[in-house]
C-alpha cells in the first residue's frame, strides 16, 4: 500500500516541529501576553522569541496588537486559527504526562 504524505499536513508538522513554536502557542493558550511575559515564561532568546512570534503572525495563528500607550504596549495573542490548536496541545500534553521521562 503506497501512503502519500499530504502536503497540508506536512506543512502543519514542519510549522508546529520549530524550536519553541509548540511552547509560545502553549503560553498563549493562557492569554494574551506582552513579549517579556513570553520571554520569562520559557527559556528562549529574545531574538529567537521575535522570529517565530513573525512567523505564526504571518501564518495567521497568532495576532499583534500596539497599544498607543507610553510606553507603547504590544500583545500578543492567539487567533482563531491559532485557538484551534488547543485540542492539539493538549493531547500532546496529556501524552506526554503518561509517556515521556522527564529530564534530569
Known sequence: MDHQLCPKFEKAMTLINKRWTGLIIYQLLFGAQRFSEIESALPVSGRL?????????????????VY????????????????ELEPVIRA???WSDKWVEQYQ
Open 49 to 65: 522569541l521575535s522570529e517565530r512570534l513573525k512567523e505564526l503572525e504571518e501564518e495567521g495563528i497568532v495576532s499583534r496588537t
Open 68 to 83: 498607543a500607550e507610553v510606553p507603547v504596549r504590544v500583545e500578543y495573542a492567539l487567533t482563531e486559527k491559532g485557538r
Open 92 to 94: 500532546l500534553q496529556t
